[in-house]
């Protein structure tokens, strides 16, 4: 599975981007999606995940309430909607794909597929 992440860009402190992530196979659809994010000097964190059929939904702390992600299987393509960012929002963004359990969905060593970034960067 290829996954190629796009959306990024800089914006100001209060602002929104969308950012999408669009997947090379059909197989994608049984798959988990997640995004990541990592900041200079930074470890790499997670920010959310969606289950194969969209229902279930997971989120950082940090973006609980802020971002939304979603997927669209008849498209291959999964989205992070990223209100209100803040600052400390800046990152290299990355898609991320693979068939995790639930105890292991924010654990970024359990997804086998990842896409090449996008940086997001917010101004105050």
């Known amino acids: 599975v290829q996954l190629q992440a796009c959306g990024g860009g800089l914006v100001q402190a209060g602002g929104s981007l969308r950012l999408s992530c669009a997947a090379s196979e059909r197989t994608f659809s049984s798959y988990t999606m997640a995004w990541f994010r990592q900041a200079p000097g930074k470890e790499r964190e997670f920010v959310a995940a969606?289950?194969?059929?969209?229902?279930?939904?997971y989120y950082a702390d940090s973006v609980k309430g802020r971002f939304t992600i979603s997927r669209d299987n008849a498209k291959n393509t999964v989205y992070l909607q990223m209100n209100r960012l803040k600052p400390e929002d800046t990152a290299v963004y990355y898609c991320a794909a693979g068939r995790v359990i639930h105890s292991s969905i924010r654990r970024g060593e359990q997804y086998n597929y990842w896409g090449q970034g996008t940086q997001v960067t917010v101004s105050s």
């Open positions: 969606v289950r194969w059929s969209g229902g279930s939904t």
